[in-house]
């Protein structure tokens, strides 16, 4: 497979991972076009599909996480509205031929609502919950890519599901998070 194949296949995972970190599409660019920078750099000979899913959700969650270090070295962040102070409006325009993940997954209104939601999760919640439900990854292999044990992130995705539940009393839960 060219890198250009690679890039194609693995691009869509790696931005979700970003958002699902940062929430925001400017920082969630910045992780991808860091993680895209290594791949290019190192051009690591992966041993098939899982092998190669593993190494960018690690590499992705790795640039994020140094990523948010970084930020949080750099910007003061607002106590009262909780958005970083000097910084515009995180929303960009990209024109009408590009559409994010995020605007993807809010094609209808219920699943703008889980959007807003998770966004509302801390950047380890919202990862697990994207890991588990989106990327389809099992216990076992999310903990072995954060370095924590299996029954620490169960614990973790069984909280974030709670937390969701709670905002979601009124309306009832999805079904995909009734797990």
Not at 2 to 7: G, N
Not at 33 to 59: C, S, T
Request: proline share 3%.
């Amino acid at each position: 497979m060219t890198p250009e194949d690679v890039i194609r296949r693995y691009s869509d995972m790696v931005y979700r991972i970003a958002f699902a970190r940062t929430g925001t599409k400017a920082d969630a660019d910045d992780i991808y076009q860091e993680v895209f920078l290594r791949y290019i750099k190192k051009m690591p000979d992966f041993n098939g599909e899982e092998h190669a899913k593993a190494w960018f959700i690690k590499v992705a969650v790795n640039c994020s996480r140094k990523f948010l270090g970084a930020k949080c070295r750099r910007h003061e962040v607002s106590e009262e509205t909780g958005t970083e102070t000097g910084q515009s409006d995180s929303k960009q325009e990209y024109g009408n031929t590009y559409r994010s993940p995020e605007e993807r997954f809010c094609a209808d209104e219920r699943k703008k609502q889980l959007y807003r939601e998770l966004m509302k999760l801390s950047p380890d919640a919202r990862l697990l919950i994207h890991l588990f439900y989106f990327e389809e990854l099992k216990t076992g292999e999310i903990a072995r890519l954060l370095h924590r044990k299996e029954s620490t992130v169960r614990v973790q995705l069984l909280r974030a599901r709670e937390q969701l539940r709670n905002r979601y009393e009124e309306d009832g839960m999805p079904d995909f998070l009734s797990v």
